[in-house]
């Protein structure tokens, strides 16, 4: 249907460019107020437009009245009345229509499945049918209103702005609708369990089964101080100095060649995935880690650590914190830096006083947005860290994070009503929160750095 669509469109086009030649063969150069392109596309839009909205709507509609054509039928009467039961005999029956399974395990399903092939094509028809319709009173309409002094630039323009519009609401009404998917369902779950258990709690155990009045292993506190334990602590001091160094010597020491092929061979450590840092952690850096751990005397260490997740994040964000700091430091005028050459100053004292104090604000916009990534990543906790909620500040521990409860809690099928499932919402409502909130500092530290130095 979008391809017959798509072609009517072209030939609209074409057709509304010939009309729109023709008359531009009576009028002196200029005075059209439209290009014959742009009452083509004006006339290409009119009879593409209302039938692709029709075409987008109209499978969601069919299926709704292919499901009542078949309750009607007479052998849906011997379908169950549970939803659940009902729902999967109907799904194996679609299934044997479309041709996506074989064989079905309810005999009912086989007797549904030809009513289902003949009401999906006679609704396939119908729609087809409403379609074609739409493309000719569009085409109809649009051609029409094809007229020598109209204006279809503005037409065009206006539908384009729309577009726009759409797209850039597109962000927007999905922070929206995941604001108030994760605000409902942890409303549900603090009408369970108490707030203040959950936030100051100390004992991370979650079960199906809540007592009132009673500690029902709900404290979140073992997962905030993992999440900050590796991505704001361990994670930053590995980043920090070696992404602001990196920066430096990119833009103060290294030559046009070299830089040429550092900064693009540092960037490459960003497009990694994840699962390959948190692969490179379990396997080669986390018995490492165990192997220090020995050394320092501790009993029974295991390769899952705290400290070998944040070594890896730390250099999985490098390239974030490198990239803002050379971008921070680039911006800082020049008339700055020749100036404290000029009164004397070496190269690495003016990098020191100079550069680095008029760097400083995008530097630590930087330093922020890397700790909000890091603090939302999940494979490599899950894979170098471990799933243990230990409240502890010894690095060679096993710990977890927010995220690694959060895939934990949501794996499989689980039961949408019980406290365990819901607590998930929960802790993903407060890491939102507090990424907001660095994303918001820092985007307010890195405007206010671009207002002082633009």
Not at 276 to 288: D, R, S
Not at 345 to 354: A, D, F, L, N, Q
Not at 375 to 395: D, K, Q, S, W, Y
Request: contains cysteine; glycine residues 8%; proline residues 6%.
């Amino acid at each position: 249907m979008f391809l017959m669509i798509a072609l009517c469109g072209i030939i609209g086009w074409f057709i509304g460019r010939q009309r729109a030649r023709g008359f531009a063969a009576g009028f002196k150069a200029g005075r059209m107020p439209s290009l014959p392109g742009q009452h083509a596309t004006f006339l290409a839009l009119c009879t593409m437009v209302p039938a692709a909205l029709f075409a987008a709507i109209w499978p969601t509609l069919s299926n709704r009245l292919v499901v009542q054509a078949i309750l009607a039928h007479p052998a849906a009467a011997s379908l169950p009345t549970t939803p659940m039961d009902r729902a999967a005999i109907l799904s194996e029956a679609r299934g044997l229509a479309n041709g996506s399974i074989e064989a079905a395990f309810n005999p009912l399903s086989y007797e549904l499945a030809k009513p289902i092939v003949e009401a999906s094509q006679y609704y396939a028809w119908i729609g087809s049918a409403l379609a074609s319709a739409l493309v000719i009173i569009g085409f109809s309409l649009g051609y029409l209103r094809l007229k020598p002094q109209f204006r279809a630039r503005q037409k065009v323009e206006g539908v384009v702005m729309l577009c726009l519009m759409a797209a850039s609401l597109v962000a927007l009404v999905t922070t929206f609708g995941i604001v108030a998917s994760l605000i409902f369902e942890s409303s549900r779950f603090f009408a369970m369990v108490p707030i203040s258990e959950f936030l100051f709690g100390t004992q991370w155990s979650p079960s199906d089964t809540v007592v009132p009045g009673q500690e029902n292993g709900f404290g979140a506190v073992p997962l905030f101080w993992g999440t900050i334990f590796i991505g704001a602590i361990i994670a930053m001091i590995i980043a920090i100095p070696i992404g602001v160094m990196a920066a430096i010597f990119l833009t103060q020491y290294a030559p046009g060649k070299l830089r040429a092929w550092l900064k693009p061979a540092l960037e490459i450590l960003a497009g990694v995935p994840t699962v390959v840092y948190g692969y490179f952690a379990a396997l080669t850096l986390g018995p490492v880690v165990r192997s220090w751990a020995i050394a320092l005397g501790m009993e029974s260490p295991t390769s899952e650590s705290a400290l070998a997740a944040g070594l890896v994040m730390g250099v999985m964000i490098i390239p974030l914190i490198s990239s803002m700091a050379d971008d921070s430091i680039a911006a800082v005028p020049s008339a700055m830096r020749d100036g404290a050459l000029a009164m004397g100053s070496t190269k690495s004292e003016t990098i020191r006083k100079v550069l680095i104090p008029a760097a400083l604000p995008g530097i630590v916009g930087g330093v922020l947005l890397a700790v909000s990534r890091a603090i939302g990543e999940t494979m490599i906790v899950v894979m170098a860290a471990g799933m243990a909620a230990n409240l502890t500040i010894n690095p060679f521990n096993s710990v977890t994070t927010v995220t690694t409860q959060i895939v934990q809690l949501l794996t499989g099928d689980q039961e949408f009503e019980s406290a365990k499932t819901l607590s998930a919402f929960a802790l993903g409502l407060v890491l939102f929160v507090i990424t907001l909130l660095l994303n918001v500092f820092a985007l307010f530290i890195v405007k206010k750095y671009r207002e002082a130095y633009e």
